[in-house]
């Protein structure tokens, strides 16, 4: 982030450069001369290529934030559901207890239903944003498909409490082929609709 800012601030104070000699001499971009081509090139295609760029993975990588996720008005009771002061909860429990990177908790969870998953998971992320600004919100969230159990796999196959887990090892083809979902024992992951009431865990740092 610290390479990315710099390189804006780059940006920036050549983009003032560039305005600075087209006002003081607008003769020095005419097309004929070399260094005016030059000039040219930077002003109006490459500084702007570049910019984008840069702007582009800035926001690509904030949008991975949960800060990000959760500024959508309509998720705010999932937000609620990892600071639920309830160990039961499962979302709850990985949150809090440092199971996931509490700033890209979303991410780590849904990666196959976000911008950044395969080519139907980046299709799915732009639909949530057409549907937050453009279009209407159902009654009823959920996810598009079931949950799948390679994201939960992801971290705790090949974690010792996994596979010693007499359970887990009993069903662990079914596991990995989705037959039987994580969520069958360990569900429902934030169950929001059961948040009345509830405390909020504050975290102590």
């Known amino acids: 982030m610290i390479v990315s800012q710099a390189v804006m601030v780059g940006l920036a104070v050549v983009t003032v450069a560039l305005v600075a000699v087209l006002v003081a001499r607008p003769r020095a971009f005419q097309a004929e001369k070399s260094g005016g081509k030059i000039l040219a090139f930077l002003a109006f295609f490459a500084l702007p290529v570049v910019a984008s760029a840069i702007g582009l993975s800035a926001h690509m990588e904030a949008s991975k934030t949960t800060r990000f996720c959760l500024s959508c008005h309509v998720m705010e009771p999932w937000g609620r559901s990892l600071r639920a002061d309830d160990q039961g909860r499962l979302a709850a429990a990985h949150f809090q207890n440092g199971r996931i990177d509490r700033d890209h908790a979303c991410f780590t969870c849904h990666t196959t239903y976000t911008l950044f998953g395969d080519?139907?998971?980046?299709?799915?992320?732009?639909?949530?944003?057409?549907?937050?600004?453009?279009?209407?919100?159902?009654?009823?969230?959920?996810?598009?498909?079931?949950?799948?159990?390679?994201e939960c796999l992801h971290c705790h196959g090949g974690a010792r409490s996994f596979e010693e887990d007499d359970t887990h090892r009993d069903i662990r083809d079914d596991l990995s082929s989705g037959k039987t979902s994580c969520l069958e024992c360990h569900g429902p992951a934030h169950d929001v609709d059961h948040l009345t009431g509830v405390a909020e865990w504050r975290e102590t740092r």
């Open 119 to 150: 080519a139907r998971a980046k299709v799915g992320g732009l639909r949530h944003i057409y549907v937050n600004y453009l279009g209407t919100v159902p009654a009823t969230i959920k996810t598009y498909k079931p949950y799948d159990n390679r």
